[in-house]
């Protein structure tokens, strides 16, 4: 079996979400089903880049895996595009068998057995500004598809008032999932001069509204990995 594989990288840490801060290996597969207007990794989204993308045996994903590690087990993050097209159950049970750590970051529009076999499931809804629309019952699949195996949790972007309006709802509807909350980084130009000033910015502006709103579900925080290399690939 053959996945297509917009980069692998690492070891560097986790920039959002729940993990935030954990040392991580990413395997970014090629391919998804969505187009976010403000997608920051297009390079494995969109079919221009395709010729970029590597064909990789699970044994060979592995391989890289393990010399960018050294060997030494952490957590693996399978990220995209949408690793939900494609089969990762290989990859993830030859991982585990080595004592490493697995989580996927998915918008929860396809749902996958391998969901089950995770650490983490991080599922993130998109909001209006993303210009997509989701199924909701393909999301509860998901939901139901990782069972109890992964903590499963919400990582929902807001860059504006009605992507913040969605994210109260969805967190309505979800209120025993951990929800995280990150600003949107409007700059994925990985030549831009550091983005940090207007992603701080944006932090603030969602922290202050959260906070005066007395809105206390969220964790919010920002794109560490966009703070430390601005919009730099492969960090
Ligand atoms: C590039 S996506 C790949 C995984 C999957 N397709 C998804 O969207 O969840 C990884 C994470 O980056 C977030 N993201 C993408 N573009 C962003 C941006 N411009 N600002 C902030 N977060 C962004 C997504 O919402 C998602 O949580
Ligand atoms: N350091 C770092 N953390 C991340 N968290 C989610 C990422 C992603 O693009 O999926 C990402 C990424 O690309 N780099
Ligand atoms: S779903 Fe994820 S990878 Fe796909 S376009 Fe949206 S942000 Fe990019
Ligand atoms: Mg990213």
Redesign the pocket.
């Known amino acids: 079996m053959i996945l297509r594989i917009a980069e692998i990288f690492g070891p560097t840490i986790q920039g ?1 979400g729940a993990l935030i801060g954990e040392p991580t290996v990413f395997i970014r597969a090629g391919g ?1 089903d ?1 187009r ?1 207007s ?4 297009l390079h ?1 989204v969109d079919s221009a880049y395709r010729h970029t993308w590597t064909p990789m045996s699970p044994d060979a994903i592995w391989e890289e895996v393990l010399r960018l590690s050294g060997g030494k087990p952490l957590t693996v993050s399978i ?5 939900a097209i494609q089969d990762f159950a290989p990859v993830i049970e030859r991982g585990k068998a080595d004592g490493y750590r697995f989580a996927v ?3 929860g529009s396809i749902a996958k057995p391998w969901f089950a076999d995770l650490d983490t499931l ?1 599922l ?1 809804p ?1 909001p209006p500004s993303s210009g997509e629309t989701h199924d909701w019952a393909a999301f509860e699949t998901c939901l139901e598809t990782a069972g109890v195996g992964p903590e499963t949790v919400l ?1 929902i ?1 807001i860059f504006d008032d009605a992507d913040y309006a969605w994210a109260q709802q969805v967190a309505a509807s979800y209120p025993d999932m951990p929800l995280f909350l ?5 700059a ?1 130009d990985p030549d831009q001069a550091s983005p940090v000033a207007e992603n701080i910015a944006r932090l603030l502006w969602l922290v202050e509204k959260a906070t005066s709103d007395h809105w206390f579900t969220p964790r919010i925080l920002p ?1 560490l990995h966009v703070l430390l290399w601005g919009n730099k690939r492969g960090v």
């Open positions: 959002e998804c969505f976010c403000w997608c920051d990794s494995a990220s995209g595009g949408n690793p970051e998915t918008q991080v993130s998109k990582k972007v990150q600003p949107g980084n409007p994925s794109q």
